[in-house]
């Protein structure tokens, strides 16, 4: 079966910020109250993926949230018109506020776990929402983006799921701990789940945000085959180092897991497995980089797994697209020189400025969901939502029309960004194939 992986981008939000809310995430903490550039933001996205398709492969686009959400600080007791609302929120709850403005739907590697239909038992591409329970601000994404992915995936070759259920057991971040290993994207292949505990588990120091539990339920409902499955438990030095998701020590791409040494709990028996459960239907390459090479604090502080890696059409090895920041350092840069030298998978390194991301933790992977789509798939995809020139450069506009230019601390309180946010999406509802009827705020009867 002909197939092709569509890295879906997050089409980064006005209200992009840095509120330091996300606990584990290194970079988050560390820039938190720093001025933002939202627009900047947005375009280094736009950017990114441009670069992408200009490699031949395909982009897909999806739209930010509606932030504020009101229906949820309406929820909390605040009365009023929707300005009277935010003023009181603001005022009493600043915290929930922040979490309330959060962009942080940017990150679309989080907005939902995939499975193509090679894997899946009924031959549907399969797309489960995530519930981001562990984090506030990520927990109030899941309806929307439930409704995102729908609006896009809409055809008769999809199952979109919403969110599991909203309790820590089920703790689920989405493709963020999932990878997938294959022959070729078309082809049966091994999908990798990862979680950092199991759901009665608890733990000192950063947060473990994806659960053993929630993996078996994605893989239960997806129907996988058990003898494609692996669980894989991630290691806790990764998480206390800051490794808040997998995507931050591991990457996958057809045939090539690239990771960490430090990144797996027991990686002798998670690349037996893997080796195992891929037997007869491929030979898995194992790239590793090892911490005396690239010590684990200096792989999560460059983001250089944080990486998208791709198979560009009729290439014989794969590209690495990764951070500028990785090219900063000099021994993450020392570690890919040597590895592009030798005559292994990765045969190239493409690096990207993603920087206003990356002041929040996120780098080019964190801003991609990958979505392998076979022939007729990829044709029941509402149009519109696969990114050309046209619409790359309708976004630009869009994005230099409404988005300003710095957003401060103190901005953020002011009710006119609630009123702008609304017009910048109202605005791309026209840009996007969204209709008129998808934000909130647009079904409101007045």
């Given at each position: 079966?002909?197939?092709?992986?569509?890295?879906?981008?997050?089409?980064?939000?006005?209200?992009?910020?840095?509120?330091?809310?996300?606990?584990?995430?290194?970079?988050?903490?560390?820039?938190?109250?720093?001025?933002?550039?939202?627009?900047?933001?947005?375009?280094?996205?736009?950017?990114?993926?441009?670069?992408?398709?200009?490699?031949?492969?395909?982009?897909?686009?999806?739209?930010?949230?509606?932030?504020?959400?009101?229906?949820?600080?309406?929820?909390?007791?605040?009365?009023?018109?929707?300005?009277?609302?935010?003023?009181?929120?603001?005022?009493?709850?600043?915290?929930?506020?922040?979490?309330?403005?959060?962009?942080?739907?940017?990150?679309?590697?989080?907005?939902?776990?995939?499975?193509?239909?090679?894997?899946?038992?009924?031959?549907?591409?399969?797309?489960?929402?995530?519930?981001?329970?562990?984090?506030?601000?990520?927990?109030?994404?899941?309806?929307?983006?439930?409704?995102?992915?729908?609006?896009?995936?809409?055809?008769?070759?999809?199952?979109?799921?919403?969110?599991?259920?909203?309790?820590?057991?089920?703790?689920?971040?989405?493709?963020?701990?999932?990878?997938?290993?294959?022959?070729?994207?078309?082809?049966?292949?091994?999908?990798?789940?990862?979680?950092?505990?199991?759901?009665?588990?608890?733990?000192?120091?950063?947060?473990?945000?994806?659960?053993?539990?929630?993996?078996?339920?994605?893989?239960?409902?997806?129907?996988?085959?058990?003898?494609?499955?692996?669980?894989?438990?991630?290691?806790?030095?990764?998480?206390?180092?800051?490794?808040?998701?997998?995507?931050?020590?591991?990457?996958?791409?057809?045939?090539?897991?690239?990771?960490h040494e430090q990144?797996?709990?027991?990686?002798?028996?998670?690349?037996?497995?893997?080796?195992?459960?891929?037997?007869?239907?491929?030979?898995?390459?194992?790239?590793?980089?090892?911490?005396?090479?690239?010590?684990?604090?200096?792989?999560?502080?460059?983001?250089?797994?944080?990486?998208?890696?791709?198979?560009?059409?009729?290439?014989?090895?794969?590209?690495?697209i990764a951070p500028?920041?990785?090219?900063?350092?000099?021994?993450?840069?020392?570690?890919?020189?040597?590895?592009?030298?030798?005559?292994?998978?990765?045969?190239?390194?493409?690096?990207?400025?993603?920087?206003?991301?990356?002041?929040?933790?996120?780098?080019?992977?964190?801003?991609?969901?990958?979505?392998?789509?076979?022939?007729?798939?990829?044709?029941?995809?509402?149009?519109?939502?696969?990114?050309?020139?046209?619409?790359?450069?309708?976004?630009?506009?869009?994005?230099?029309?409404?988005?300003?230019?710095?957003?401060?601390?103190?901005?953020?309180?002011?009710?006119?960004?609630?009123e702008e946010t609304?017009?910048?999406?109202?605005?791309?509802?026209?840009?996007?194939?969204?209709?008129?009827?998808?934000?909130?705020?647009?079904?409101?009867?007045?």
């Amino acid at each position: 079966m002909t197939a092709v992986e569509i890295n879906f981008d997050g089409l980064i939000g006005p209200t992009h910020n840095y509120a330091g809310l996300s606990e584990g995430n290194l970079a988050s903490a560390r820039n938190r109250d720093a001025v933002a550039r939202p627009r900047d933001a947005a375009l280094e996205g736009i950017a990114k993926m441009r670069r992408l398709m200009a490699m031949g492969v395909p982009q897909g686009v999806l739209p930010p949230l509606e932030r504020p959400p009101m229906a949820f600080l309406r929820a909390l007791g605040f009365v009023g018109d929707d300005r009277a609302v935010w003023e009181a929120a603001w005022r009493s709850e600043d915290r929930i506020a922040r979490n309330a403005l959060a962009a942080s739907a940017m990150w679309a590697a989080n907005a939902a776990t995939v499975s193509p239909s090679a894997d899946c038992a009924d031959g549907c591409l399969h797309l489960s929402a995530a519930n981001l329970s562990t984090m506030l601000h990520r927990a109030l994404e899941g309806p929307a983006t439930t409704r995102a992915l729908r609006r896009i995936f809409a055809g008769v070759p999809f199952r979109v799921h919403d969110p599991l259920p909203m309790q820590s057991a089920f703790a689920d971040e989405g493709a963020a701990n999932h990878m997938r290993l294959c022959a070729e994207h078309g082809a049966p292949g091994v999908e990798v789940f990862v979680y950092g505990r199991a759901g009665d588990e608890h733990r000192s120091g950063f947060p473990a945000r994806q659960t053993l539990e929630a993996c078996r339920a994605l893989a239960r409902r997806h129907g996988l085959d058990p003898a494609r499955t692996v669980f894989v438990r991630q290691s806790a030095a990764a998480i206390e180092a800051g490794a808040f998701h997998n995507d931050v020590v591991a990457v996958a791409d057809c045939r090539t897991l690239f990771f960490h040494e430090q990144a797996f709990e027991d990686k002798a028996a998670v690349l037996a497995e893997i080796a195992a459960k891929a037997r007869g239907l491929f030979d898995p390459a194992f790239v590793e980089v090892p911490a005396a090479d690239v010590p684990l604090g200096d792989a999560i502080t460059s983001y250089l797994f944080n990486s998208q890696l791709v198979t560009a059409p009729g290439a014989d090895r794969q590209v690495l697209i990764a951070p500028r920041e990785a090219q900063e350092s000099a021994r993450t840069t020392g570690f890919v020189e040597a590895m592009l030298a030798g005559n292994g998978p990765i045969g190239a390194v493409e690096f990207v400025d993603v920087r206003e991301s990356m002041k929040n933790g996120g780098g080019p992977a964190c801003l991609r969901l990958r979505v392998v789509a076979a022939d007729d798939e990829r044709a029941a995809i509402t149009p519109g939502f696969l990114l050309d020139d046209a619409r790359a450069s309708a976004l630009e506009s869009w994005v230099r029309t409404y988005y300003r230019e710095t957003l401060a601390p103190g901005d953020l309180a002011d009710p006119s960004l609630l009123e702008e946010t609304r017009a910048a999406l109202d605005a791309l509802t026209r840009v996007l194939p969204l209709g008129g009827d998808f934000y909130a705020f647009q079904r409101t009867v007045s």
